[in-house]
């Protein structure tokens, strides 16, 4: 995370080919971003860098908003320390 001076949060995603093909790939992609359209509240003015780790290819939805909801939660808590 870092500082974006704008007024709202920017996202990038990064899913490597070890993920399997591009299919599976968007499929990871597509869920994330609809996480974070619905979760915006959660997000400070910030640009995100997202690499999800190999695991998250077997989650379903529900376990990888939550996934990602704890992971914001510790970096927020790492920056304001």
Do not use: W
């Not at 790939?25 to 690499?51: G, P, S, T, V």
């Amino acid at each position: 995370m870092s500082n974006n001076g704008r007024d709202y949060p920017r996202f990038g995603f990064t899913v490597t080919r070890k993920y399997g093909k591009a299919n599976k790939r968007n499929k990871i992609r597509r869920r994330l971003k609809e996480i974070i359209r619905l979760n915006m509240d959660i997000f400070e003015n910030k640009d995100y860098i997202i690499a999800p780790n190999f695991q998250t290819i077997d989650m379903d939805y529900k376990d990888l908003e939550k996934s990602l909801k704890h992971v914001i939660a510790i970096s927020k808590r790492h920056i304001d320390e």
